[in-house]
């Protein structure tokens, strides 16, 4: 079928079939459904592979992220790709399952496509710059959330310094350390916000305890063992991620803990796994929405000449039961 046989099923010119089927141009809802219903009667489809050799653009992204199993990377997925619905950019998700090897493999594989950007979530601040520079070389590159320094592609992510410091005003303001000792529960500093952090816990809560693992609800598991076998008993737990807080959470009261009243936990992330914590988390909630917009703005109109090569923005701190204001809790510092 071609797009003369749709044009002449829907009574329309072949030029308006084009128009209605890439939404290239406006045009009346009743007369685009009467072409893609003629479209689909026939069997016809479009020929992408031949409008982007046409158009010498594919209008494809590629997002590769370190691990889906991961729910923080699994949302910032979702919400990029609900952010790209609105444009005529079609969107294609890879994961790297948390290998830099593969990582590189699957760059390559979306730049063999022809892509016009890419995403990525680097899995490691160093040895993730070969993959980053091959696709800065080719496509239209932009980091998400992690980042990696001096490869040319732009960054967009959450200013974690500034979340951070969210979170040391709110336990001077709500916690009394003397009662509940501060201690980080983080992931070794394999990747940029993994390092900024504990970098700006450590700045703010010097001399204090800091326990380093994976970004995993077991990780969380194995630390609140730890803290607990060592005879702690009462303590302000702040979890690099929310998928760490969760698995202290978990464990802290399946030994009989209370939340808040013996530990408090405080997460870093504020969507994905955030909902099925219990007592609901305190949070820093990353700002994922206007940081899937800021991408789209950078790609949606190539070249993007001029534009800010890094983008930072400020989180907000989401006050929850694991962690309550003071008036709440009944404590003053």
Do not use: K
């Amino acid at each position: 079928m071609t797009i003369s046989d749709v044009a002449a099923r829907a009574g329309v010119s072949p030029a308006t079939v084009s128009r209605a089927l890439t939404g290239s141009r406006p045009m009346s809802p009743e007369l685009a459904e009467r072409v893609r219903t003629a479209a689909q009667e026939l069997g016809y489809r479009v020929n992408l592979l031949g409008r982007a050799l046409r158009q010498q653009r594919s209008s494809v992204m590629g997002l590769v992220v370190p691990d889906l199993d991961n729910p923080f990377f699994a949302s910032l997925a979702e919400h990029l790709s609900r952010v790209v619905e609105t444009s005529d950019i079609e969107l294609l998700v890879a994961s790297a399952g948390d290998s830099v090897e593969t990582e590189r493999r699957m760059i390559s594989s979306f730049l063999d496509r022809q892509v016009d950007s890419l995403v990525v979530i680097p899995c490691d601040e160093v040895q993730s710059q070969g993959g980053l520079e091959e696709a800065t070389d080719h496509a239209v590159t932009v980091q998400l959330d992690r980042r990696v320094l001096e490869t040319g592609a732009y960054y967009v992510g959450c200013d974690n310094r500034y979340g951070m410091s969210l979170v040391a005003g709110h336990v001077r303001d709500d916690v009394d350390a003397e009662a509940q000792p501060v201690v980080f529960v983080g992931a070794e500093p394999r990747s940029s916000s993994a390092h900024e952090r504990l970098e700006e816990f450590r700045r703010q809560f010097p001399g204090s305890r800091v326990l380093l693992g994976t970004f995993d609800v077991r990780w969380g598991q194995q630390a609140a063992d730890r803290l607990l076998d060592a005879g702690m008993t009462r303590g302000t737990l702040v979890a690099a991620a929310d998928i760490i807080a969760l698995g202290l959470l978990s464990r802290l009261q399946a030994r009989g803990h209370r939340v808040p009243d013996d530990f408090r936990v405080i997460g870093f992330d504020g969507v994905g796994v955030t909902r099925l914590a219990h007592p609901e988390l305190t949070t820093v909630r990353q700002p994922v929405e206007e940081m899937s917009r800021r991408i789209l703005e950078l790609v949606g109109d190539l070249p993007v000449d001029g534009a800010e090569q890094e983008i930072r923005i400020r989180p907000t701190l989401v006050l929850g039961p694991s962690s309550p204001p003071a008036a709440r809790s009944g404590r003053r510092s």
